[in-house]
Nanobody
Framework: QVQLVESGGGLVQAGGSLRLSCAAS????????MGWFRQTPGKEREFVGA??????????HYADSVKGRFTISRDNAKNTVYLQMNSLKPEDTAVYYC?????????????????WGQGTQVTVSS
């Protein structure tokens, strides 16, 4: 089993920044692909971005809606993945979740079979 715990959410004004953290523990963890999703009431969970292993380093991928504003990084020694969110907009308001694929190797597609954190609320006021 893998446990994921998000933190860092809160209330921020439009144009501000927040950094979310996702700390992983449990099963042997060796820099697996990790993803971030978000959800607002009445809507399906939406892909935000992901970090994936590639050669000697990592590659990152982002939804068009956050590209250029959000950055995903990780600290392997701490088994922690970060989501740096800049230039926040009211439409970024959501509960943000991190996820790891069920086999810790696949692309983090965010299925019901994958590992999920409990979520952290981000509220951006206008």
């Amino acid at each position: 089993q893998v446990q994921l715990v998000e933190s860092g959410g809160g209330l921020v004004q439009a144009g501000g920044s927040l950094r979310l953290s996702c700390a992983a523990s449990g099963r042997t963890f060796s820099n697996p692909p990790m993803g971030w999703f978000r959800q607002t009431p009445g809507k399906e969970r939406e892909f935000v971005g992901a970090i994936n292993r590639s050669g000697d380093g990592d590659t990152t991928h982002y939804a068009d809606s956050v590209k250029g504003r959000f950055t995903i990084s990780r600290d392997n020694a701490k088994n922690t993945v970060y989501l740096q969110m800049n230039s926040l907009k009211p439409e970024d308001t959501a509960v943000y979740y991190c996820t790891a694929p069920y086999d810790l190797t696949s692309w983090p597609a965010g299925t019901e079979f994958d590992y999920w954190g409990q979520g952290t609320q981000v509220t951006v006021s206008s």
